[in-house]
């Protein structure tokens, strides 16, 4: 079993709308969630971090369920400039663990 | 000037040839770490050092070895290239452990072909 699983998609949705992402994880021991956005041959950037009591940044919320093992990445009001791919990362025993990303294309 | 820099960016080369890809950071973090993304895989761990006496194996380090020549630099090597390693690899830092502040930042990637 992946240690870190995400729907790959592809997301297609219109300008201005609502889209979540969850990717579960396997290890209840896992440390520390984030959420990284990669652009087109281009290098992973973090996102957002996601903390136990959830946490929001402009229209990005990102929670996190213990007790399910998964984590989530709202986006509201979704733009043009949102099109990527969503990496959830994860981390336990000292080693980074990636999903294989989700993909979201924002249509005019 | 680019914090995390990786030599070559693009390489096409034959199987059997040893070939060394090279990652410089200048954000003085001590971890670095080595991936390769596959379509469909995500992107998998190689080998990573938390300091430059220390290397330790990744989920898929057959096949590869590195490197720690000193803080700044990382560098991984194919001894003989196959086919299969075609991806796109990409060099990573991070500072030391602190829980959810532990970013990765990582290198633009090097497109790897072994014809």
């Known amino acids: 079993r992946k240690e870190v699983e995400q729907d790959p998609g592809p997301f297609n949705v219109p300008e201005g709308a609502t889209v979540a992402f969850n990717c579960t994880y396997s290890n209840s021991a896992s440390q520390s969630f984030f959420w990284y956005r990669q652009d087109c041959r281009k290098e992973p950037k973090l996102l957002m971090s996601v903390y136990s009591s959830g946490n929001e940044d402009g229209r990005f919320t990102a929670q996190l369920n213990r007790a399910s093992q998964y984590i989530s990445l709202l986006i509201r009001d979704s733009k043009l400039s949102d099109s990527a791919t969503y990496l959830c990362v994860v981390i336990g025993g000292n080693q980074f663990y990636f999903g294989t990303g989700t993909s979201l294309t924002v249509i005019p | 000037d680019a914090d995390v820099t990786q030599t070559p960016r693009n390489r096409i080369t034959k199987t059997g040839k040893r070939i060394m890809l090279e990652c410089s950071q200048t954000?003085?973090?001590?971890?670095m770490y080595w991936y390769r993304q596959d379509p469909g895989l995500g992107l998998r761990l190689i080998y990573y050092?938390?300091?430059?006496?220390?290397?330790n194996k990744g989920e898929i380090s057959d096949g590869y070895s590195v490197s720690r020549q000193a803080q700044a630099k990382f560098s991984l090597s194919l001894e003989s290239a196959i086919p299969n390693q075609t991806a796109l690899y990409f060099c990573?830092?991070?500072?030391?452990?602190?829980?959810?502040?532990?970013?990765?930042?990582f290198g633009p990637g090097t497109r790897l072909t072994v014809l």
């Open positions: 990573a830092t991070s500072d030391s452990w602190t829980g959810v502040e532990d970013e990765q930042f």
């Open positions: 050092s938390f300091d430059v006496k220390d290397i």
């Open positions: 954000k003085g973090h001590d971890r």
